[in-house]
C-alpha cells in the first residue's frame, strides 16, 4: 500500500468482514474525525466491486487508487516453493481472478488504473511508450 503511514491495513475474510468491523469500530478502526465521533460516523455506504484478471506474474497487474487515501498495488503471489511470484501458466482461468469489495465512506472515489512503476522492481518490467491519438484526445490539458 502506498499512502500515509499512519493507515493500517486490516485484512479479513470477507466471511468475518461485517462482524469485524462492527466490533472494532472505534477501536482497531477509527473514522479519519477521531475515536469521539464514532457514534454519528454514517459508515462505509460506498461499495465498490473490482474484478481483476491476473494475467503476467513478472509484474504488478493494477493499481487500486482511494481518492485522498493512496493506492494499493496488486501483485501477483509468492509462490508455494519460495521462488517468486506464482507461475499463473499452470493456474486454472477461475485462479486468475481476483474479486474484491472495497468499502469506504460514501463520497470517495475507488478506481482501478494501470500500476505505477515504483522503485528498483518497476524499472524491471515497466516500458516507456508515447500516447496513442486517443489517448492524447481524452488527456486533459493543462495550461500554465
Do not use: M, Q
Given at each position: 500500500m502506498?499512502?500515509?503511514k499512519g493507515v493500517q491495513i486490516k485484512?479479513?475474510?470477507?466471511?468475518?468482514?461485517?462482524?469485524?468491523?462492527?466490533?472494532?469500530?472505534?477501536?482497531?478502526?477509527?473514522?479519519?474525525?477521531?475515536k469521539e465521533k464514532t457514534k454519528i460516523?454514517?459508515?462505509?455506504?460506498?461499495?465498490?466491486?473490482?474484478?481483476?484478471?491476473m494475467e503476467n506474474n513478472s509484474r504488478p497487474?493494477?493499481?487500486?487508487a482511494i481518492s485522498g487515501l493512496g493506492w494499493i498495488a496488486i501483485e501477483p503471489g509468492p509462490s508455494t516453493?519460495?521462488?517468486?511470484?506464482?507461475?499463473l501458466d499452470?493456474?486454472?482461468?477461475i485462479d486468475k481472478q481476483l474479486h474484491l469489495?472495497?468499502?469506504?465512506?460514501?463520497?470517495v472515489e475507488v478506481f482501478v488504473r494501470p500500476p505505477m512503476p515504483i522503485g528498483i522492481l518497476g524499472s524491471?518490467?515497466?516500458?516507456?511508450?508515447?500516447?496513442?491519438?486517443?489517448?492524447?484526445?481524452?488527456?486533459p490539458k493543462v495550461s500554465y
Open positions: 502506498y499512502g500515509p485484512v479479513v475474510p470477507t466471511s468475518e468482514a461485517e462482524e469485524f468491523y462492527h466490533r472494532e469500530l472505534g477501536g482497531a478502526l477509527k473514522p479519519p474525525t477521531g460516523w454514517p459508515g462505509l455506504k460506498g461499495i465498490h466491486p473490482i474484478n481483476v484478471k497487474v493494477c493499481d487500486i516453493d519460495g521462488t517468486g511470484a506464482e507461475d499452470i493456474l486454472s482461468t469489495l472495497v468499502h469506504v465512506a460514501k463520497p524491471t518490467w515497466y516500458e516507456y511508450s508515447e500516447l496513442t491519438e486517443e489517448e492524447e484526445e481524452t488527456r
